[in-house]
């Protein structure tokens, strides 16, 4: 909240309240995850302090330490310096609290018995001879637990006008799945006829993650697809600012609806509407989707509220009652980590083929090792293009994916080929928003957004 | 709660509840503050790393960052590594969140308002010609009081037994003033008949600093003082285990009696009961309180709750009614930094002179330059013994406290003189608590104190 | 010497004398270049540790420290910590001192006077505002050439065999020009008829780099250049181990041979002869060398001292008589530094193209702002292959250079663009020879090659 | 000598030549150490990075590495980061080259054997279990001894007059023996007839580890001590400026006196003659010296030479031939550790007793386990007082000595109690010498003294 303009809460009339709490501590879910996650860090580095019984490899402690701040001079530190009392120098990454491991173990638990069992896989650190130290050797995952327990709990907000949605879990797109929790789903889906989630970062990112993991572990079979399109995203991808570039993006928007048709769940285009758009450029996209025989409504939720969903809800409903989804996953987990990542890339990126680093090849030889192999894949990856050089546009081919090297996120329970540099630990800006923030004498907050 | 067993509920049948809540997130209070303080480091470093316009000097960033944690390998370390990109690097030190000075401040601001004036005040740094950098010149008070919007509200709990208390913030009492909030002590006062408060750590470090500067602060008089004691800490102070040391042990509660007296409150004893107990033990206090006219009352609220309580009551409601309070400060605050100093070594201490270390000599100096010498005086020293070295029990004569430096907390308002190695960030022991601490698959939580 | 086997005194007859003093200590010139280096990195902590009046970036100190060892323990370090009297932390890396400047600038300076000049230029550092801080600035020349005067005296040593022979010098061929100092090239000039140096790591590197910037700072004209060539090569080339794999990789000498015609200078091939070496290999070599018209010899002076090079040497002295050196720069050095790196790539390597990082980009701007664009150029490159990847082998074609960062190299006078990552630290490998070196007790060392 | 001015040849008439060669790289003696002593340092961290085979802990590495500049920025430093491929990290002190254990080494070893038992005997880190890493254990020792071959010949160099001098070794007074090399006092004593080695530091430092630690290994038996005294000096210790001063400081003298006949050697005074000394100054000290029956002389060897000495000379002639030394140690090595250093700090220092800390007390403990408790003592302490605080001076009593830690001299063969802060790297200036070194384009120096 504190680095650029833009919270969580969305805007307009459709923003959730209350706005100022769920941009600020809210119901404390990240606080409790920042302690539990830093427990486990200081448990570990204890460890080490009283003897290292282990005898751990201090290059290879992978358990970073976290804060819910934007502050670059985390990302690299030297901690446990100052002499014998005061721990064993290593180096040591602060990430940020959404980028940790456990936010993603939050948001696929389906219940504590579920997240003690995954907090316990954990992987902390490596022995000299590689072998894994996790958080059940180092006795951590009741405290660890008992921490989390009631941020284990859904958020209920609601719309301004009054319209139910969860706020529960936000584990970092860059490294994880991005997508809210398991257990607010599961509960949502025994409350109301429908039920819709986010998954952010286009089908690429978002909706991969959530087909291929998220529903593989809570056995969802969703019915439709939203897939939500701007004519700004457009432009963008067309390297334009005129109806012409309109044109050239829709290769972007075509490629999404094909991934979507891998899964085999029925689509259905929402363009949100800004107040800039033309009818002409409007036009050119309800062209393409009448052409392709997409369904597709335009959406101004923000100037409207629910009214300007009405069109889109009538047609989403259609389509779920008269198009059978066939949902089905993109690959089998029993394949080989490198089938698995040929598959993703290959078919949903669209890309030629996949290099891996030196690194990178002893990570997969060592997830075979830890018998880690058979976990689905969680790709790192930028979101500004099928490829991961975010400079390649509109739907580029024949480029090759590079995995420099794969976490472990074994309490998750997924593999994550990191196929460039992520940041998890972002930085302010030379002006950042938090100077703008005040608060007069009787708490009234400005600046916040 | 993770490092050594004893949490902040109390125990028996005058337990603070809930206990679970108040030991771990409770109403978020803390990590409200931790958020807080580390925005204000992240913002400075923030600054430095996009041009340095006031030309900061590195080793002369005087703000921690803080982590509630034990956590002794953040004691020392260096941040800012990695590159132009990451920060400018910088030695940093992590204290746990109570010994915030942020802490000190939520506990002593009465507003919003005066909140947002003890913010503004906080030096975190100093330029290479030893100019202060304040919060307010970073344009990180607003964000920061906005987070510390709902920390600022008093929590009401109960005992066991339905009786209200607040618990409201807790300042490390190593280098603050140790007591709960003002503004809970106020709303109390306006509440209820008597109102009584902790000022922990004895009359030498809680009752002088509630006295000298929360009394200061809130324009409170207080009408008398319970002086608690155990036959444990007579013993101790004694030097020995059998009666004949609880006798010796005496000088120590009269010294304290004494302390209470030059404020010009009244006081009375009260024997904190133990199991193990004799009444020969128990017949020395009470024939020393005879002979000396101090009030007392043996006291056993931990088995019997507030029947245990009864006769000190009693006694406490006769002593405000019928003993005039004549309270007065110990020393004005217009006196000279050592002045003060020496007056509160010399007459609550009983320390023939006062020595000052190069480094403190300085920072008087400096004090004096940034007007901040007017402010009155917070001494970090050891609770274990009236002087500052922990092995002098009873009551010592002939020695001389060493101030080694002076840290100032413009914000909270007061200078600290440090007379030892005060560690701000505990470290977890070889077997922690957390270790123990265990929640099943319904949420019971155990090993939880 | 402490790391792997092979020294800098070569072998079997040809060895040069004394062995283990050059091996050793020798004349203590690596010892004084690595004095001077390290008091100019002191002199530039010691300035901003009494003020900093510079206001230098703590990131953009560029001036290293060296040591000379292997020690990868060095490579990444933070120096200036331990509070407010020990210096500001930054970090540092560790170089080996023939990967200092100050090696390459006493290689190219041709008196004292113009050592001074050259020490003068050298940046250590960047203020906020990229100004940069200069060796002159610190005013630490005068030292810096007082350490260095005797250094700056070539050293005349001799073979088994008597033939005189300079040892002097040897900036790393990573990063700097890689051939011996200037100043002993030409006073063995002046004392013999024919004089030899080396400018090893092939026409890419040593050859360029000679031609380039030693004959233009010394003003020389090469007569003739000898190639060394081994079958061993030829068969690394051409991928494999028999005579086959000799024919495949005669592309790669004779794309060595063109690059030397590209300076005007005429060529003889010198085939070194070893043990295993077939009359059948050997006469692939022969044949292509007449085919090619090139003269050749082929070579064994490792197994018979100067009578095995009794052929080349007459071949060469007639090479020089009887053709004349027309020799002539590749480039020009007030074309632009992309013209010039273009140059080199594309004329020597072969290259297809030039690509710059973002980095590289401001780099080379910045060369422009501060005047050093006029400089010629040293590129960073592995020896390995014609191109930028050390797994091309023979001769490449199509290929892209990448340029990844611009090193100054002012006070040597050449830029240094960075294909790859350079090491300038080494490390020791598991089993050091360091551990076999032996010394009995009357001083006769072992294992030192 | 780019500090402060003072260099180590003395000044006058009395100089020792080559002066510029001395004062800068002179034989390579000190680079020689330097390499040997980082080497040790390298194998160590490299046995770490290669699995670690010992467990060692980083927080014990005990081994400095050494550069031989005034560099404070590398007193207190970080080394091994950057990753897995190099090094793990640990905190690193770098002393001056002079407080290296292998220049006390060479300082003591009488033949290459004794010098590569001692290295042998190096301890460099200690396991979790405090199990001892030697040199011997990582195999150094055969590089080491070869790296310090030549260092081990005493150099001759001579006064401008032509005496011959001995200028080798030169042990840091403040952590080990301060006087120079056994091994060239012991050629000197076969050379001629007499023979004058330098102790500097006075009879407490210098004087007292020559006599128990030098003599004892050399098995020596001084003839006389000449003890140098100033007119300044005796001011210093009176306090004041004027005649009453000199005479107040004779206590001082008198100390000195005391604690060389403790070891049964004869003394005379010399009186180090200075431009300002009045007569009635010098007349004080030889009444006193007359009544103490002591034998003293005038010197002036810096304005004379040689001329300036004479009285002095004959006078000690006489007392070698007329006054038999019965020279004895002050202790025996079997006493226990803190025998030892009761008997130095009362008997010499004249305090009256001896404090350990829990660090201290650890370290005599571990001594024991080592089987190191029977070494001789050299004690860190300052020049500036008899006592542990340079304050006192004159001839305090009533005070006690302070042992912080006790440092393991192993390979020199010595314990080194420390009772202060002892930098063992020193700090440039804020205008340092350096900066007004210069040499002219023929080589002139000037500014080196």
Redesign the interface.
């Known amino acids: 909240m504190?680095g650029m303009k833009g919270g969580a809460t969305g805007g307009g009339y459709s923003q959730v309240i209350p706005m100022e709490d769920i941009n600020?501590?809210f119901t404390?879910d990240m606080?409790?995850i920042?302690?539990a996650h830093?427990?486990l860090?200081?448990?570990l580095?204890?460890h080490i302090?009283?003897?290292?019984a282990f005898?751990i490899?201090?290059?290879?402690i992978v358990w970073p330490r976290v804060?819910?701040?934007?502050?670059?001079?985390?990302?690299?530190?030297?901690?446990?310096?100052?002499?014998?009392?005061?721990?064993?120098?290593?180096?040591?990454e602060f990430s940020i609290t959404p980028a940790s491991e456990i936010m993603a173990i939050l948001c696929l638990a389906q219940?504590?018995?579920d997240l003690?069992e995954r907090l316990q896989k954990i992987i902390v650190a490596y022995t000299?001879d590689l072998q894994p130290i996790t958080a059940e050797k180092?006795?951590?995952v009741?405290?660890m637990?008992?921490?989390l327990?009631?941020a284990m709990q859904p958020n209920l907000v609601q719309t301004l006008e009054g319209v139910p949605a969860f706020v529960h879990g936000g584990p970092f797109a860059n490294i994880a799945h991005g997508t809210n929790s398991l257990i607010a789903t599961k509960l949502g889906l025994h409350l109301v006829d429908y039920f819709i989630t986010e998954a952010g970062f286009g089908s690429d990112l978002g909706a991969e993650k959530f087909f291929n993991i998220v529903c593989r572990v809570g056995n969802l079979k969703p019915d439709a697809v939203v897939l939500l399109v701007s004519i700004r995203a457009l432009k963008h991808h067309g390297q334009g600012i005129n109806t012409k570039a309109v044109e050239k993006g829709l290769v972007n928007l075509e490629k999404h609806v094909e991934n979507i048709h891998l899964f085999g769940v029925p689509v259905i285009i929402a363009l949100n509407h800004f107040t800039k758009d033309t009818d002409e450029e409007i036009n050119i996209v309800e062209h393409w989707c009448q052409h392709h025989q997409v369904p597709m409504a335009v959406v101004d939720v923000w100037s409207q509220g629910g009214e300007g969903g009405i069109e889109l809800a009538g047609k989403l409903v259609d389509l779920i009652h008269n198009h059978e989804s066939r949902f089905r996953f993109l690959y089998d987990t029993t394949l080989s980590v490198k089938e698995k990542i040929h598959t993703i890339a290959t078919k949903i990126y669209g890309a030629e083929r996949v290099v891996y680093s030196v690194a990178a090849e002893h990570d997969i030889k060592l997830s075979e090792q830890l018998g880690l192999s058979t976990l689905p894949i969680c790709i790192a990856k930028t979101p500004y293009s099928f490829s991961d050089d975010s400079n390649l546009l509109g739907r580029p081919t024949g480029f090759k994916i590079t995995v420099r090297s794969i976490r472990f996120s074994a309490g998750a329970g997924f593999l994550v080929p990191m196929t460039g540099k992520i940041t998890t630990m972002p930085?302010?800006p030379?002006k950042?928003v938090?100077?703008?923030?005040?608060?007069?004498?009787?708490?009234n907050?400005t600046?916040?957004f």
Do not use: C, F
Not at 49 to 52: I, K, L, N, V
């Open positions: 504190m600020l501590h404390g606080h409790a920042t302690s830093n427990l860090a200081s448990l580095d204890n302090h009283h003897g290292d005898h490899d201090p290059r290879y804060m819910d701040l934007n502050d670059r001079s985390l990302r690299h530190t030297v901690v446990g310096l100052g002499g014998p009392q005061d721990g064993v120098p290593h180096q040591e219940s504590l018995k003690k000299y180092l006795h951590a009741g405290a637990a008992t921490l327990k009631d930085g302010l030379a950042p938090a100077e703008e923030i005040t608060i007069d004498d009787h708490g907050v600046g916040l």
